[in-house]
Nanobody, 121 residues
Framework: VQPVESGGGLVQAGGSLRLSCAASDVTSYAMGWFRQAPGKERDFVAAIDWSGTITYYEDSVKGRFIISRDGAKNTGYLQMNSLKPEDTAVYYC?????????????????WGQGTQVTVSS
């Protein structure tokens, strides 16, 4: 299982982007999004369980980001609205075969290569 992210780019503050994460049999896994800014650790952003009914968000993105998944397309999404310069980072999609977790990057089994998101002020 190799997640593949897409959808990153450069956007002005207040704008929106939608990240996608494609993977085979994606509904068999919990999906998480993490981000890593230069010189910082990889931080949790959002996660969704295999059924799509349980979601978690990091406090700073609540009300702005929405995580979802489409089993028919084997793709998960992170809709990012009202973007801020502090959202600038490489965003990674991760999958795990156990329960969904709000964090703990070391416990996620499969990682994508990352996609750059840059928010200009």
């Amino acid at each position: 299982v190799q997640p593949v992210e897409s959808g990153g780019g450069l956007v002005q503050a207040g704008g929106s982007l939608r990240l996608s994460c494609a993977a085979s049999d994606v509904t068999s896994y919990a999906m998480g999004w993490f981000r890593q800014a230069p010189g910082k650790e990889r931080d949790f952003v959002a996660a969704i369980d295999w059924s799509g009914t349980i979601t978690y968000y990091e406090d700073s993105v609540k009300g702005r980001f929405i995580i979802s998944r489409d089993g028919a397309k084997n793709t998960g999404y992170l809709q990012m609205n009202s973007l801020k310069p502090e959202d600038t980072a490489v965003y990674y999609c991760a999958l795990r075969s156990g329960a969904v977790l709000a964090g703990a990057p070391g416990l996620w089994e499969y990682w994508g290569q990352g996609t750059q998101v840059t928010v200009s002020s």
